[in-house]
Structure formats: structure tokens, C-alpha cells
DNA sequence: AAACTATTCAATAGAATAATTGATTAGTTG
DNA sequence: CAACTAATCAATTATTCTATTGAATAGTTT
């Protein structure tokens, strides 16, 4: 085979995987499959874009073999096709981060707005861990936690979080976490704690972040 | 500011650096600018494009602030703007490679008919280099060389490798290596080698990734 | 089977991307 | 300063991408 028709090919093959990635609603989407599986309706409700317009994203998405579908009576559930697909996109996202001041920019100044500028890193939160008590609230739906959560880690969904804040220690740090540094609800949750005089602040990543970096985790 | 608003801008930027890398040219460019900087007109001619051609994808890539310039004399000099840009690339090299059959595919049979089917990894190669003498061949040029390889490696560019052969002790195991996976350097230097009666294999990836791996290197 | 829900498909129009060509600018050399 | 080299720019055409709309398909419920 000549070099040049060997170069070609490879790195056309990697194109279409990136381009399949270069879309904002797809870093989006695979963004919120690393939490597990979605129907179509449930992944176009999530990123506020009508079904027709999700499924075609999909469809992209399942081309470049990023994401696997699985069907469920009328619904079909999409999940990430593997870890390194997850790796693939945080790796992009910290490029992101690091390189892209704008970025960083956006999340500071939205994180001010809701009083949650403070966060802990995960090797912060999990050395943190192991030298005082302190209360870990998982904000994310159910169905998530229950797939996989930080060990020792409370649910309580951002929705119910109002109602079921007394039974949180008053005496005690309280880190929310969610999905990951562009998910809110961990946002909302500090917001909500800090006006009823909690100490609470903010995991800057989420729960996949945990889970690859090998920190201890449960399943419901 | 709103969620939707701030997800939106957030995944907007990220997007417009995916899409930066979305291109097979663009891919072939940072994978030969992670060796060192190297002007518009050596790109051009390493990735058999036009210099017009070559410019404009360059300033695609400075736009995406993943490459940085430096001017000498009428020449300007492009270089990677920091590791973060090759890890990212690294992850969706790894990533294409895992899930794309076509591309694994691909890279066997273009090693099949150059006689380099059989390679060794970096901590194969690390660990072997513990155990036995092994002579280590960087075959790439010397100005990517001399900033910085492998320790202990002679530098025979493949084009010197015919006439300084003879140099190479004939009782060892000789391994080769270049920029990277796709990079044909190491193929053809294995193919020349095993045809004289070398016991010759390449190393199935670069010296980035060497680097990248914290294994010993040295600068000349 | 009819009504309903979830998903996909098909067609469209507007926007963005890519390679080519030739012109232009910046810098060097004789 | 004229001739040359390196890089960029501008204009063009063909291609691809995107969101929207409405229709078609697959499966469930009554």
C-alpha cells in the first residue's frame, strides 16, 4: 500500500469520528449519555431541541459508532458505545478548559450568579473525606444515582431538594454534585442551601469524573 | 444568566475547537506538529497538500488557539500550543482506533506488506530495555531527534539507513521507531533492516507517546 | 382496528466548509 | 531596487451541514 493512500485513509476515518463530535448538541448529548441511557424524547427534552432534530443528531452519532441503541417497546434507548468514547470527550472538554479563556469565562460568571464560585476538585472532596464528616448530596434523577454514585453519597434530586433539606446536618460541610462542571443542578442545589445558612459548596466536575479517576463509588 | 444560555455558549465554544480538529488534514498537521514547530512550507510538504492549502488549514487550526507562531526571517514556524492540544488528539486517536474496525484494519495490512506486522509497545519496550541490551533506532530526522527521544537510541534518519546499517551490531534486537502510529518511517526501516537479516520490529507508536508516558528520554 | 406515542425518514433552504487559482504582502538576497 | 521566496489573502465553485417541517413507520393501548 502506498504511505500516502495508507495516511489518507486512517486519517480520514478519524475525521469523520471528530466531525461526528463537532456539533454542539452532540458534545451535548454525549455529555449526558456518560450518565447512562436515554430515550430520544428524554435526550431532546434534556438539551431543549425537538425529537425529530435529537434523533437526526443520534443518527449522526450512531454512524461514527460513538453511541449503541437498544430497543424497549416504542422507546429506543441510546448509550455511550464504551469508556473510551467518555475519555475521547472529556479530554476535549479540558482542552476546552484549559485553552479557551471564554470558557472559563462563561462557567465563572455563571457560577457567580448563583453563589457557587467556590468548588472542591475530586481529589480535594476525596481527601476531604477521609479527615472529618461531611455530607455528599448527589442532585442528579434517581435512575442516575442508582446506576452509580459516589460512595456514601445522599440522593436527593434538585427538584425535591426544598422539601427534604432538614434532614441534612446543619453542623456539617454540605459538596452537591451533579453531572459534570456544565451540568446545574449542582448550581441550583448550592443556591438553595446557601440562602438556608448551609456551608455548602460545589464538586467542580460530576460523577463520571469521579468513576474514571478511580475514587470509591456504590450502586444502588 | 439562564442554564440554557449558559450551556449554549459553553458547548458552542467547545464545539468550534472540535470542529478546528474535524479534518483529516488538520489531524495529519497536529500529529507532525506534536514532533517539534515546522514551517508552512514543511507542512505542506509532509502532508502533500499545497502551501495555499496548507496556510489556510493552519489558520483554522490558530483560530481554535490549538497551534501557536513564530516568525524567523520570512518563514513563519507553527508549533502545537501546549500538551493539552496533543492529549486531546491522542484521546481520539486512541478512541478511533478502539472503535473503528476499518481503521485497525487498515493499519495491519499496510504493515503486512512492509514485513513490520509484529511491533512492540512503550512499556514493552521500556521493560525489555531493562533486561537485555537492545539497540534502539529513531529513525526520524535529526532536527525532531535532537528535541528530544528516546534514551539511549541512535538517530539513523530512514533515508541514511541503507549506508549506515553496518554501524547497527547484528546480535541484538533491533527496534525502530518514529513520530507515531501513522507515521511510515519505522515501517520502512524495519522492512530494509529485516531484509539484511536484522531481528528488527517497530515500536507500535511514537515518541510522543513515549514522552507523554513519562518514560526516560534525553535531549541532544 | 382505531387512536396514540415514539422514532425515523425525506425534502427543503440557508449556512458553512474545502480545494483551487491567482493576486498580494512581507521579508531576504544579490 | 530588482528578483526571489514564503506566507497569506480573496474569489470561486462544489460539497456538506443544519434545523425545520411534515410524512411514514413501529409499537402500544383501548
New interface residues.
Given amino acids: 500500500?502506498e504511505?500516502?493512500t495508507?495516511?489518507?485513509?486512517?486519517?480520514?476515518?478519524?475525521?469523520n469520528?471528530?466531525?461526528a463530535?463537532?456539533?454542539?448538541?452532540r458534545?451535548?448529548i454525549l455529555e449526558l449519555l456518560a450518565q447512562g441511557q436515554f430515550s430520544v424524547a428524554e435526550i431532546a427534552e434534556e438539551t431543549?431541541i425537538t425529537g425529530a432534530n435529537a434523533s437526526q443528531h443520534l443518527q449522526v452519532l450512531k454512524q461514527a459508532?460513538?453511541v449503541e441503541t437498544q430497543r424497549d417497546g416504542n422507546r429506543v434507548y441510546y448509550q455511550l458505545?464504551?469508556q473510551?468514547?467518555y475519555?475521547?470527550w472529556?479530554?476535549?472538554?479540558?482542552?476546552?478548559i484549559?485553552?479557551?479563556a471564554?470558557?472559563e469565562r462563561?462557567?465563572q460568571?455563571?457560577r457567580e450568579?448563583r453563589q457557587s464560585l467556590e468548588t472542591l476538585s475530586s481529589d480535594q472532596l476525596a481527601e476531604k473525606m477521609k479527615q472529618e464528616d461531611i455530607t455528599i448530596v448527589d442532585v442528579r434523577p434517581q435512575q442516575e444515582f442508582d446506576e452509580g454514585h459516589i460512595a456514601g453519597a445522599l440522593n436527593i434530586p434538585v427538584g425535591d431538594l426544598s422539601e427534604k433539606m432538614d434532614e441534612l446536618p446543619k453542623d456539617q460541610e454540605v459538596v452537591a454534585y451533579c453531572r459534570g462542571p456544565?451540568c446545574?443542578f449542582a448550581d441550583d442545589a448550592v443556591e438553595l442551601l446557601r440562602n438556608k445558612g448551609f456551608n455548602a459548596k460545589r464538586l467542580d466536575e460530576g460523577y463520571p469524573e469521579w468513576m474514571i479517576e478511580q475514587l470509591p463509588i456504590e450502586q444502588s
Avoid at 489518507?8 to 478519524?14: G, H
Avoid at 463530535?21 to 448538541?25: F, G, L
Avoid at 472529556?90 to 476546552?96: M, P, Y
Wanted: net charge positive; charged share 25%.
Fill in positions: 500500500m504511505k500516502r495508507f495516511k489518507n485513509k486512517v486519517y480520514q476515518q478519524l475525521a469520528i471528530v466531525k463530535m463537532s456539533n454542539p448538541h458534545l451535548e431543549d459508532q460513538l458505545a464504551g473510551s468514547v475519555k475521547a472529556k479530554a476535549l472538554r479540558d482542552l476546552g484549559e485553552r479557551i471564554e470558557i462563561v462557567i460568571q455563571f450568579s456544565f446545574v
